[in-house]
């Protein structure tokens, strides 16, 4: 089965990250979790909900499946691009931009933080039990928004994070594809040849 990376083109006018969707089922199949706030000893001793989900946007070097109507194939992203693509959707101020399940538009959602896992002992999502690979981009983000909140947070209609962009393909890795004998070979006649053309 084919394998392709995927890889931005920071030149071209649609690359990167537009939005982040939340999903019923994320792709990179890691779910976020919904932080709520830690007692504060506050005026009234509110313990008020933060609104705030936390999960991997990326996963460096997972096969992802794919479908298209000739057959199906895995992508994948390597620890460079995660970490291009999360700098980039920042960059172009895509933090503000989020989508229903990559069709409706959502409105309150925002990426509040951004960060590569770096630690894998000591990385604050660590903290709330997940447990990632180094390279993974994770975000949280504020839900200021009640209608997403209850009836799509806590009823558990989304469970994860869903990235919205656009890439370029790098050379096909399919083992069904040519061989490193054929490569090899192609490359001797097409070395002899460059130099048959540039001796006449």
Excluded: C
């Amino acid at each position: 089965m084919r394998i392709v990376e995927l890889l931005i083109d920071e030149e071209a006018a649609l690359s990167g990250i537009e939005a982040i969707s939340i999903v019923d089922k994320p792709a990179i199949d890691e779910k976020f979790i919904a932080l709520k706030s830690e007692k504060k000893i506050q005026l009234a001793e509110v313990d008020a909900e933060k609104k705030i989900l936390m999960g991997a946007a990326l996963v460096p070097d997972k096969n992802i499946f794919r479908q298209d109507e000739e057959d199906g194939y895995y992508i994948y992203f390597s620890k460079d691009t995660v970490r291009q693509a999360s700098e980039l959707f920042l960059v172009r101020g895509n933090q503000n931009k989020s989508t229903l399940e990559h069709q409706a538009d959502l409105h309150g959602l925002s990426v509040v933080e951004s960060w590569i896992i770096e630690d894998e002992l000591h990385d604050k999502s660590r903290k709330y039990g997940m447990d990632l690979p180094l390279g993974t981009w994770m975000v949280s983000m504020k839900v200021n928004n009640d209608d997403v909140w209850e009836n799509y947070v806590k009823t558990g209609l989304v469970s994860g994070f869903s990235i919205e962009g656009y890439f370029t393909d790098s050379i096909d890795l399919s083992s069904d594809l040519i061989s490193e004998e054929d490569a090899t070979e192609i490359l001797v006649k097409v070395k002899e040849f460059v130099q048959s053309k540039l001796s006449e």
